[in-house]
């Protein structure tokens, strides 16, 4: 069987997407982003919708779907950490 390069993209894009799934089921769940870097989720979360519009530009399916997943996910969080910042909970 002959692995092609599109196969190793949907693989790739769905473990990376999934590793996200824990971290913002917790954070939602919990609400608790104390130990979570606001300058690591915002540089990423602006990264991630790079990606996306990268993927858009090119029309490439795997990047666009993972990293609109991945920005929802990323941005979920960022968004619990912001309004926790602002509401004087850390």
């Known amino acids: 069987m ?4 599109d196969i190793i993209g949907y693989i790739a894009a769905s473990l990376t997407t999934a590793s996200f799934l824990p971290q913002a089921i917790l954070t939602l769940k919990t609400r608790d ?5 606001l300058s690591m989720y915002s540089l990423f979360t602006l990264g991630v919708l790079c990606w996306l519009l990268y993927g858009i530009y090119l029309s490439n399916k795997v ?12 941005a979920s969080i960022l968004t ?5 910042i602002l509401s004087k909970k850390e």
């Open 80 to 84: 619990c950490k912001i309004y926790n």
């Open 33 to 37: 982003t104390a130990a979570l870097s």
């Open 2 to 5: 002959i692995i092609t390069a």
């Open 63 to 74: 990047i666009i779907y993972s990293n609109a997943i991945t920005l929802v996910l990323a």
